[in-house]
């Protein structure tokens, strides 16, 4: 099954910068999702982005998809320190159940 | 509404003895996964249930069980456990199968000792 790879693994940043993850898949999809996860515990749904969109926006989120490269982007913009925290993306693959699959995510540090 | 709620929510079990997580889905979600997640590593796939049957099974061996009962709620079976089993294992609720978003519980922590 394929699989979401994150990148980068982990980033650190200031208050008030930018957020940029990026998320590579292998095979066709149906949708794309954003989660996020804090101190190891569950994961909050950010976004989905179905495979037709290219780009959608949620508050200080942008996710933009570019299936000829089979990649995603989260963009947060105007960080807080509330936004540390683990993101990952999930893929699922068309025609069958709704199965995401998660890549191992980016550690995101906003410091104050 | 109450969202997905996992129990308990930390377990110390030792090798070879046996677990059961319990998931109850968010009202009116037919649709439960259940997701182990090593530290540092995303989640992983190891069942989907909608409507008390199977739908799909992850890369886990047989140890690893589950069910569905008639209110939805789901329970995750584990035997002979490993110290590899340690983990998080989180239960994700849907309204149905397909195009649906899947909402997290807060996870069973696992500590094989």
């Known amino acids: 099954s394929q699989q979401g790879e994150e990148d980068p693994q982990a980033l650190s940043i200031q208050e008030g910068e930018n957020a940029t993850m990026n998320c590579s898949y292998k095979?066709?999809?149906?949708?794309l999702q954003w989660y996020r996860q804090n101190s190891g515990r569950g994961l909050v749904h950010l976004i989905l982005i179905r495979s037709n969109e290219r780009e959608k926006h949620s508050g200080r989120l942008r996710v933009t998809l570019d299936t000829s490269k089979k990649s995603s982007s989260l963009l947060i913009t105007a960080s807080r320190a509330a936004d540390t925290a683990s993101y990952f993306c999930?893929?699922?693959?068309?025609?069958?159940?709704?199965?995401?699959?998660f890549g191992r995510g980016t550690s995101l540090i906003v410091h104050p | 509404d109450a969202g997905v709620t996992q129990s308990p929510t930390h377990l110390i079990k030792t090798r070879g003895q046996h677990v059961t997580l319990r998931c109850s889905p968010i009202?009116?979600?037919?649709?439960v996964s259940w997701y182990q997640q090593v530290l540092g590593q995303g989640p992983q796939f190891i069942f989907q249930?909608?409507?008390?049957?199977?739908?799909g099974r992850g890369n886990f061996p047989d140890r690893f069980s589950a069910r569905q009962f008639p209110n939805y709620s789901s329970e995750l079976n584990v035997n002979a456990l490993l110290l590899g089993d340690s983990a998080l294992y989180l239960c994700a609720s849907s309204m149905g199968q397909g195009d649906t978003e899947a909402f997290f519980g807060q996870g069973t922590r696992l500590t094989v000792v």
């Open positions: 999930a893929t699922d693959e068309p025609g069958g159940s709704y199965i995401p699959t």
């Open positions: 249930y909608y409507e008390k049957e199977e739908r």
């Open positions: 095979t066709s999809i149906n949708n």
């Open positions: 009202s009116g979600h037919k649709s």
